[in-house]
């Protein structure tokens, strides 16, 4: 879904050159971290400690996205997945409070496929849901964190998400990346709007209805 990309120094040559500056040396103080809680997870998820998925990125191309996997994969007697409610242990909800199943990204930023700030790569079957203005989000590179997840991350609506993107792209600058990354700061140490409220996980997306799309 090729959408217009906005226009500006920053955003065609610094704001790589940023992420590669921050994301090296910041991969190698967190391997430490990752290394002993990967052994954890990989003890309770039956050898398994890298969640991969193929996500779409930059104009819609699909890329893998590596996180730790939080998730055990239990299977009711059907052989259904169980409920993520029911998959997620207490291990596993500490990684994703703590937001530390998303440093894997860092190797995403190394290669590219990320920034450290943009629009959240999300599932790639939401594609044929966004509107068109929903789909501008893809106009810039996703990112670990971004503008709608200081503002509410997990805790409002897939709309008001939107929303936030789509106006991050058309703002973008190098003094708006290090508010979100600041913020982004006092969010994980807080551990705030980890998930919707009364869920495991975000609710799937299923589309917006044209008269539901609000405005900042």
Do not use: C
Request: net charge positive; proline share 8%.
């Amino acid at each position: 879904m090729p959408t217009a990309a906005p226009s500006s120094w920053y955003l065609r040559w610094g704001k790589r050159l940023v992420d590669v500056l921050v994301a090296t040396p910041l991969l190698v103080l967190v391997l430490p971290l990752l290394l002993p809680v990967a052994v954890a997870l990989a003890a309770q998820n039956g050898g398994a400690w890298l969640f991969r998925q193929r996500r779409p990125g930059w104009q819609g191309h699909s890329f893998t996205l590596y996180k730790l996997q939080t998730m055990t994969s239990r299977r009711d007697a059907a052989g259904q997945l169980l409920p993520d409610a029911e998959r997620l242990t207490p291990l596993g909800r500490w990684v994703r409070s703590a937001s530390v199943d998303e440093l894997p990204q860092l190797w995403n930023v190394l290669r590219g496929d990320l920034s450290l700030v943009g629009p959240r790569p999300l599932l790639e079957q939401y594609l044929p849901l966004y509107s068109p203005e929903q789909a501008r989000r893809h106009a810039v590179r996703p990112g670990i964190t971004g503008w709608a997840q200081v503002n509410g991350r997990n805790a409002i609506s897939w709309e008001q998400k939107f929303t936030y993107d789509v106006w991050y792209v058309d703002h973008v600058s190098f003094a708006l990346d290090l508010r979100i990354l600041w913020r982004t700061l006092g969010r994980v140490v807080s551990a705030q709007d980890i998930s919707a409220h009364g869920q495991a996980t975000m609710e799937a997306f299923r589309g917006t209805p044209p008269s539901d799309t609000p405005t900042l």
